[in-house]
C-alpha cells in the first residue's frame, strides 16, 4: 500500500464523456497535487491544492476540473477530452507548502481518450 | 522559475557496477530542494533520495549517493553495486515552494 491510492487505475472514455479520476491519501497530508504524464513528456504539473486551497492552476485546459473537498480527498473531473489527454495521471501529497517536504505519489491512473 | 535538465535519455550498465546519471537544475530561489526518483514498470515513483540545497553535504541513502555542485547547478546520482532491479526511468526534480519541477528522465537498464 502507498499512502495514496487512486482509482480507476485505467479508464477509457469517448470525446462527449464525462468521467472523474479520485485520489485519496492516508498519510495526513495537507497539500494535494495532479501530475500528467505523456509519453516522451516530462511530468506537467497540473494543479496544487494547500489545506484544500488550490495555489497552482498551471494553465490547464477548462476541460480538467480538479476538486478538493478535504485534506485527505482530491478529484479531477474530466470532460469534453481530446485524443491527446491520453495520459498516465498521477497524484501525489506532501505535508504542505510552501516547504521541501518530499512529496508521495499514488500508483497512477491510466487514461484513453477514444 | 525552476527548471530541470536530464541530458541522458538512456543508459545501461552491468549488474554490480556504478553508473551515474546527471542533471542540472536552474532557479532564482535561495533555498530549495533536489530529488531523485525512479519509476520501475509499474509506474509508481518512488523517492530515491533528497537533498537540501543548504547543506554542502552530499546526500546518500546505502547505494545510492549524490553529487551536489551548487554553483555548478549539477545534482547526479550514482548508484553503486547496479542491481537487476534497479532498472527504471530517474527523474530528476527540483523545490522551492513544495512543487516539484522534474526532468525528462534517465531510463536505466541494468544488465545481468
Known amino acids: 500500500e502507498t499512502g495514496v491510492t487512486q482509482t480507476p487505475r485505467h479508464l477509457v472514455m469517448g470525446m462527449t464523456n464525462k468521467k472523474s479520476l479520485k485520489c485519496e491519501q492516508h498519510?495526513?497530508?495537507?497539500?494535494m497535487y495532479w501530475y500528467k504524464q505523456s509519453a516522451k513528456k516530462p511530468l506537467e504539473l497540473m494543479f496544487v491544492?494547500?489545506?484544500?486551497?488550490?495555489?497552482e492552476n498551471n494553465s490547464v485546459p477548462s476541460r480538467f476540473s480538479p476538486e478538493c473537498p478535504n485534506s485527505s480527498h482530491l478529484f479531477l473531473h474530466l470532460h469534453t477530452l481530446q485524443p491527446e489527454d491520453s495520459a498516465l495521471y498521477l497524484c501525489?501529497?506532501?505535508?504542505?507548502?510552501?516547504?521541501?517536504?518530499?512529496?508521495?505519489f499514488g500508483e497512477g491512473s491510466w487514461l484513453t481518450v477514444v | 522559475a525552476q527548471t530541470v535538465t536530464q541530458s541522458q535519455p538512456e543508459m545501461s550498465v552491468q549488474e554490480a557496477e556504478t553508473v551515474t546519471l546527471s542533471c542540472t537544475y536552474d532557479?532564482?530561489?535561495?533555498?530549495?530542494?533536489l530529488f531523485w526518483y525512479k519509476q520501475p514498470p509499474s509506474r509508481q515513483m518512488i523517492l530515491v533520495i533528497r537533498?537540501?540545497?543548504?547543506?554542502?553535504q552530499n546526500a546518500t541513502e546505502n547505494r545510492f549517493s549524490v553529487n551536489f555542485q551548487k554553483a555548478a547547478k549539477s545534482f547526479s546520482l550514482k548508484i553503486s553495486d547496479s542491481q537487476l532491479g534497479d532498472t527504471a526511468m530517474y527523474f530528476c526534480?527540483?523545490?522551492?515552494?513544495?512543487?516539484?519541477?522534474f526532468g525528462q528522465g534517465t531510463t536505466l537498464q541494468v544488465k545481468p
Open positions: 532557479t532564482s530561489e535561495s533555498n530549495y530542494y
Open positions: 537533498q537540501e540545497a543548504y547543506k554542502q
Open positions: 526534480a527540483a523545490s522551492a515552494t513544495g512543487k516539484l519541477i
Open positions: 498519510l495526513g497530508h495537507n497539500a
Open positions: 491544492y494547500n489545506f484544500k486551497e488550490q495555489t
Open positions: 501525489a501529497s506532501s505535508q504542505e507548502l510552501p516547504s521541501g517536504n518530499t512529496i508521495y
